[in-house]
């Protein structure tokens, strides 16, 4: 970004209403605004919302979701606990949904995220599970259950959200050839890129999907509005991706000329029909 267009950004937030300047505050530390909420906050109408919002992502402070906005950054994720936030009932169903897509007896990787998380919490019931995870948080969630053996990656943990990260992490991923990975991302490209913010989390991403016979993919759908600058792979690569509802229509269409299951917690009573994956081979 050129240092003209730096000073104009600048400027122009030092000229941001009080409301603006407390939108924007809210939405760094809950990770989400919703135009409804807001308009009951500060006693405004939805309209004047809207126009705070748009004024607020022409700035390129905020990205606009469906129904609100979320701090705007390719370079840096949201917080950890900010993100927790963010589509927590979908997170909560598509946990679910994902969750009777694996069966009993498996081998799985899960990694970090808000996502994968919800994941796990829908596993206590499964038997004889093993699960191999770079996510303290997942391994909090499952160690306790007797039939679910858990195997935590070593190596260098992330403060900011409890992640395993780095060489040691990698290697020993690689030391295992399992059934399943459970894994999520930071955003969607529309041409089908998975993406994520930090080389070291998706190194250990990469080794993950290369060592699973099925790959699940678990997000959102405000990942689609949303960017990052570190690849880890294309929707080519994924068997099954499980999401609240997927609006992008260049998006789907990738999946179905790569045959990727989509499923969509939002549009469809899928838990009572749902059956854990078969056969990896397409």
Do not use: W
């Not at 600048?10 to 941001?16: D, E, F, I, S």
């Not at 605004?33 to 126009?51: G, K, M, N, S």
């Not at 995220?113 to 699960?131: D, F, I, P, R």
């Not at 792979?233 to 609240?244: K, L, Y």
């Amino acid at each position: 970004m050129g240092a003209g267009v730096l000073r104009g950004r600048v400027a122009r937030m030092q000229l941001l209403s009080d409301r603006q300047n407390t939108i924007v505050s809210l939405a760094r530390s809950i990770g989400r605004v919703t135009v409804e909420d807001l308009a009951a906050r500060f006693d405004v109408t939805p309209q004047t919302i809207r126009r705070d919002l748009n004024e607020l992502c022409d700035l390129r402070v905020l990205s606009r979701t469906h129904g609100g906005a979320i701090i705007a950054s390719s370079v840096e994720n949201l917080s950890y606990e900010a993100r927790r936030f963010i589509a927590a009932t979908e997170k909560r169903e598509i946990g679910i949904a994902a969750a009777a897509l694996i069966p009993n007896q498996c081998s799985l990787f899960i990694n970090i995220g808000t996502t994968t998380e919800e994941v796990a919490n829908a596993l206590k019931n499964h038997q004889n599970l093993l699960v191999i995870t770079n996510n303290l948080n997942v391994a909090m969630a499952l160690y306790r259950y007797p039939s679910i053996d858990v195997i935590v990656a070593g190596g260098l943990v992330r403060r900011s959200d409890g992640a395993v990260i780095g060489s040691s992490a990698v290697d020993l991923i690689k030391q295992f050839k399992v059934d399943m990975a459970v894994i999520g991302a930071s955003a969607l490209d529309e041409d089908g890129s998975l993406l994520d913010f930090d080389p070291r989390e998706v190194n250990v991403s990469r080794a993950i999907i290369d060592n699973a016979r099925r790959v699940l993919l678990v997000c959102d759908r405000t990942k689609v509005d949303r960017a990052a600058p570190v690849r880890i792979g294309h929707m080519s690569e994924i068997h099954a991706f499980v999401t609240d509802r997927l609006t992008s229509a260049r998006l789907r269409e990738v999946c179905s000329t790569h045959h990727v299951k989509v499923i969509e917690t939002a549009t469809e009573e899928v838990v009572s029909s749902l059956s854990p994956l078969g056969d990896p081979a397409r």
